[in-house]
Nanobody, 124 residues
Framework: QVQLVESGGGLVQPGGSLRLSCATS????????IGWFRQAPGKEREGVSC????????NYADSVKGRFTISRDNAKNTVYLQMNDLKPEDTAVYYC?????????????????WGQGTQVTVSS
């Protein structure tokens, strides 16, 4: 069955970095765009970044542009989110999700499979 498993979260100080991984299985990653979302306590889930199936097209939320970088390694069935210069407001549970198609979008409705999430906490 389709599975997406996030890893790499943790506690980091402001200004620090983390790299999240999304390991996928049960489908051919080459055909699908993947997105990262996050949900902070008491807030709605929001789109952070997405990457097209080929990796040539990416999209970022304004709040993370210039600090986060999404990438993918289809041979390893894994998508990454490199997060630099982390801020306390980046604290959230981060989810990866698979789109129905190959094009990258940051709205939730086209995402059909979700991981369980990984906690990222930015605090001194």
């Amino acid at each position: 069955q389709v599975q997406l498993v996030e890893s790499g979260g943790g506690l980091v100080q402001p200004g620090g970095s983390l790299r999240l991984s999304c390991a996928t299985s049960g489908f051919t990653l080459d055909y699908y765009a993947i997105g990262w979302f996050r949900q902070a306590p008491g807030k709605e889930r929001e789109g952070v970044s997405c990457i097209s199936s080929s990796g040539r097209s990416t999209n970022y939320a304004d709040s993370v542009k210039g600090r986060f970088t999404i990438s993918r390694d289809n041979a390893k069935n894994t998508v990454y989110l490199q997060m630099n210069d982390l801020k306390p407001e980046d604290t959230a549970v981060y989810y990866c999700a698979r789109l129905r198609f190959s094009v990258c979008v940051l709205t939730e409705s086209p995402y059909v499979y979700w991981g369980q999430g990984t906690q990222v906490t930015v605090s001194s």
